[in-house]
């Protein structure tokens, strides 16, 4: 029980992770159709941004900072310069290609992947870069059962999974609530009537990829706080499990990718607590292929019924 | 030529100049000059594929026009609307149109599809949606006011008590008053209609020429329709342009238009051409006869 308990933390931890991650490919995919490739990579700049953040708050002594502020300050600085990468890929790959035959976004996509690796790689080395734990420690939820252990909740994870319910919850309201998502929604269903009525639709696009390498910055940087570790390749397998999540939740659907960000988390930490570490990725991906399958919509997806 | 309906010495708030729009080798639009009055119904008439979806495309910046020019003006500003962008278009001139087969934003409810047509003034308001996510009193005025106005065309179109239905889901008769009352919530300057009669019943037809008059004289909007039922062409407009494989044939008043020889060999063609849409001869022969 215990056992469970405790995977069922992590698997809440991780399915935050992949969730904020899922937004920006179900968003973009809403609003333009494409697969965005190169949003795990996005994720992965996230990652190094925050870290450089942590690294110039460390170098520019500012001991005296306490630990929430300095988290929030480096979360808004990966936030920022994450959403300008966005933004460019935007700019750059694929709205010059608007209009364009469907593949043609798609391969730009993977090429800025493999761009945004290279650059990386370049830019920081091919070494796996530390970060020193930031917070430390945990609560224990039990008392530790003679031979048995204390299921905890570190505090870490507690950052995350609240900063996760609170970004989403805004995101939501975002969507469904204010005048910018419905000027999203208007985009997704019709962009031709969109612009007729006055909405920027290139900006509104543009918007949607800012606000989805904005999300993924913010996973970006539970990356690096709960792993410790980064390096320039952590993008391509997240990213695909990212997707994964948003296609089993239903692509297009933000609840979708909430809710298949969550699966893929538990999916994965119950594998690897009951079965075999190793094979973590294929029980995830064998999802991706059941649901292809047996329901290629997700599950909060809504087949496209075309009127004739 | 007449030249339209103008007021008495205002310029008028569309003007169509040597209009040209090629689509390869076919020439859809060939050369047409027109113009339209301020608050005044300009119906564009025609057999079908004369060019007169060709002509709303144009204007609402879907298609780069060829050669010509299209001016509108708006508060004493002239738009030069071939060389703009169409959001500009809609935002900045106020052109607002409508569709042959009606698009709504189906899968949202019928209150959300009319403050779509408000959101240059809401995101403003908003400061990018950032003061609308805590819900600041500026905001909430905004919206406040963007409600109410769709709530007086919900009224106007008598759909106010469906505004939280899915638009998807209203008849079709419905979705067409809704499309109206969308257009008119961007605030227009000029309305396009694009056959708003097309598959209504009588008495909804009666209805929607009420409307359309509505908006004209208490709006203060100018009115572009086309329009293949001669009933509602016939009975509302003020200023009538005939259009035939692509060239303007007649211009002036309904009554003149009506007897136009061109305009009568165009619907019911030559004499020795006699196989030519019944239905189409039919409308004008009734109301020349009826009239």
């Not at chain 1, 089993?248 to 933000?254: D, Y």
Request: net charge negative.
């Amino acid at each position: 029980m215990e056992y469970f308990l405790q995977q069922l933390i992590n698997g809440l931890t991780l399915g935050a992770i992949y969730g904020l991650i899922a937004i920006g490919y179900t968003m973009v995919y809403g609003i333009i159709g494409m697969i965005n490739f190169a949003h795990g990579d996005i994720y992965m700049v996230g990652a190094f941004i925050a870290l450089m953040g942590f690294l110039l708050l460390g170098f520019s002594d500012v001991a005296y900072l306490s630990i929430p502020i300095a988290i929030l300050l480096v979360l808004a600085f990966a936030m920022l310069f994450t959403s300008v990468y966005g933004w460019t890929v935007e700019r750059l790959a694929y709205r010059p290609l608007r209009g364009s035959f469907r593949l043609a976004p798609l391969i730009s996509a993977i090429g800025m992947s493999i761009f945004l690796q290279n650059y990386i790689q370049l830019l920081q080395g091919a070494r796996v870069k530390p970060l020193p734990p930031v917070v430390q420690g945990g609560l224990n939820l039990t008392t530790p059962i003679d031979g048995g252990f204390a299921v905890t909740i570190s505090y870490l994870q507690i950052i995350i999974i609240v900063m996760t319910v609170v970004l989403m919850t805004a995101f939501t309201l975002l969507i469904a609530k204010t005048s910018l998502g419905r000027q999203q929604r208007a985009c997704e269903q019709d962009k031709l009537m969109a612009a007729l009525v006055g909405v920027d639709v290139d900006r509104t696009i543009s918007i949607t990829f800012v606000t989805g390498a904005a999300l993924a910055a913010v996973a970006g940087l539970m990356h690096v706080m709960y792993y410790g570790v980064i390096h320039f390749y952590i993008g391509f397998l997240i990213g695909i499990k990212a997707f994964t999540a948003a296609v089993l939740g239903g692509i297009g659907s933000l609840p979708g990718a909430m809710l298949g960000g969550l699966l893929i988390g538990f999916i994965e930490a119950f594998w690897s607590g009951y079965f075999s570490v190793e094979y973590k990725d294929v029980a995830a991906f064998s999802i991706l292929v059941l649901v292809l399958i047996f329901r290629p919509t997700g599950l909060l997806g809504k087949p496209e019924i075309e009127k004739v | 030529m007449t030249d339209g309906m103008q007021g008495a010495g205002d310029p008028p708030l569309l003007e169509v100049e040597h209009l040209t729009m090629r689509f390869g080798g076919l020439v859809a639009i060939d050369d047409v000059s027109f113009s339209a009055a301020d608050r005044a119904i300009t119906a564009i008439i025609g057999p079908n594929g004369a060019g007169k979806t060709t002509i709303f495309n144009c204007l609402t910046g879907f298609y780069k026009p060829t050669e010509g020019m299209l001016r509108l003006r708006r508060g004493g500003k002239d738009y030069l609307l071939e060389r703009m962008e169409g959001h500009d278009i809609a935002h900045h001139a106020g052109i607002a149109r409508t569709f042959q087969n009606v698009r709504l934003f189906q899968r949202m409810s019928v209150l959300e599809n009319l403050l779509v047509a408000q959101h240059n003034a809401l995101m403003k308001a908003s400061g990018m949606s950032i003061l609308g996510l805590i819900s600041a009193p500026s905001y909430r005025k905004a919206e406040a006011e963007a409600i109410d106005l769709g709530a007086y065309w919900l009224d106007q179109v008598g759909l106010l008590s469906r505004a939280d239905l899915e638009a998807g889901h209203l008849a079709y008769g419905d979705q067409r008053r809704l499309e109206i009352a969308r257009a008119m919530c961007s605030r227009p300057s000029l309305l396009c209609l694009d056959e708003p009669a097309a598959g209504l019943n009588p008495r909804e037809t009666g209805e929607l020429n009420g409307l359309i008059q509505m908006i004209r004289d208490e709006h203060r909007v100018g009115v572009l329709l086309i329009e293949h039922d001669m009933s509602v062409v016939m009975r509302i407009s003020e200023h009538v342009v005939v259009l035939d494989y692509g060239r303007k044939i007649a211009d002036g008043d309904p009554e003149a238009v009506r007897r136009d020889p061109a305009v009568i060999r165009a619907y019911l063609g030559e004499e020795e051409d006699e196989e030519l849409p019944s239905e189409v001869a039919g409308d004008i022969v009734d109301h020349a006869a009826g009239g």
